[in-house]
């Protein structure tokens, strides 16, 4: 299904118009073209509709919960005020999360202030739907904390599973993709101060993916050095809380995401997904390619002119530091930054 503008009577000069931009120019093109995101209906993720997805830092009403990946729809399973669907209050020790929102701060082609909303959005979508689970497991046995964290494999009954040796191979050709340990959890030390959690290490290499409706990838992140910090209430059951006020939902967010993408590890990786034309490539959309190039150009990391934004970091086999580095030579990949919230689930 093409995207749709709802009562403009300019259907087909929107869709047209759509399908030629690069992902930063696709807000300002909607302008131009007489469309507004709150008339895009976004139909990747299933029938949510265009939903208004921001953080906040209080205020509004708490609530309403996604209604998930249930069919039919179960209310009673995911619950306020961080949309749970279960508690820690019992297992402080063995500490069960999924997150609940991500909302990018860098590099700036995934910004919503500086890129527009729709990657966050499109991704928020998924969140709520169940598509996209990162999914983290904190224990402490006393002594050492350590954070097991991936992406998670959504089980009957909603409980979530780490993948484990079952990778597919979505479209692209990648090396990396043909790895089926890819989207396995990392284990990396960490602590508390209270039930503020931080890790004191980055973790390694893992591939976190975005399914759709029939369980398919539409999407990986093939992240590295990754670090989370989540303030937890005192069950250890929600970090961050839900909201819907006038503007319409939002989140308050309770913690934060830093990790970095390799250039070379985005090349070959395609996103499957509408607006965005068959085989768009993720270096092209974290790149923000512009002209001569297009979102299904082959990416070249030794041709970069044409990328509005370059990669600002390096990663090695030691690790990856913000900086240090020429954007149009030797640095080799982007940071990742994001403020995020975080909710209970079982993990089995």
């Known amino acids: 299904r093409r995207p ?7 259907e087909e000069e929107c869709d047209g118009t759509m399908k030629r931009l690069s992902l930063l120019a696709l807000a300002g093109a ?44 179960d209310p009673e399973g995911i619950s306020l005020p961080c949309c749970a669907r279960s508690s820690n ?82 479209m692209g050709d990648n090396p990396l993709l043909a790895d089926a340990s890819r989207w396995d959890p990392s284990t990396t030390p960490g602590e508390y101060t209270g039930n503020t959690f931080m890790q004191t290490e980055p973790a390694g290499f893992t591939s976190v993916p975005v399914f759709n409706v029939e369980g398919n990838v539409l999407l990986e992140f093939p992240l590295q050095s990754t670090s989370f910090s989540l303030e937890l209430d005192e069950t250890r059951t929600c ?12 989140f308050e967010a309770a913690g934060t995401l830093e990790t970095f993408t390799r250039v070379e590890d985005t090349v070959g990786f395609e996103v499957n997904q509408p607006p965005l034309p068959p085989g768009t490539q993720l270096c092209a959309i974290l790149g923000q390619f512009g002209p001569p190039l297009g979102l299904t150009s082959p990416c070249d990391p030794n041709e970069r002119s044409a990328w509005g934004v370059l990669p600002d970091s390096v990663c090695d086999e030691t690790g990856c530091t913000l ?24 993990i089995q």
């Open 89 to 170: 209050a019992d297992r402080l020790g063995d500490v069960q999360l999924r997150l609940t929102s991500v909302r990018f701060t860098a590099p700036d082609s995934v910004n919503p202030d500086t890129a527009g909303p729709l990657t966050n959005s499109l991704l928020q979508q998924a969140i709520d739907q169940e598509r996209f689970n990162w999914t983290l497991r904190i224990q402490d046995d006393g002594g050492a904390v350590t954070v097991q964290a991936g992406g998670g494999i959504r089980q009957d009954g909603g409980a979530l599973a780490f993948a484990n040796g079952n990778a597919t191979t979505p």
């Open 4 to 10: 749709s503008v709802r009562g403009t009577g300019r």
């Open 323 to 346: 900086g240090g580095c020429d954007g149009m030579t030797t640095c080799n990949a982007w940071r990742v930054a994001a403020n995020i919230s975080a909710a209970a689930y079982d």
């Open 30 to 73: 909607l302008a131009l073209a007489g469309c507004t995101t709150d008339e895009i209906d976004l139909p990747i993720f299933g029938d949510a509709g265009p939903i208004d997805v921001d953080m906040n830092t209080g205020g509004g009403a708490v609530g309403p919960c996604p209604e998930g990946a249930d069919t039919p729809p």
């Open 239 to 250: 970090a961050g809380v839900r909201r819907n006020d006038f503007s319409g939902i939002k």
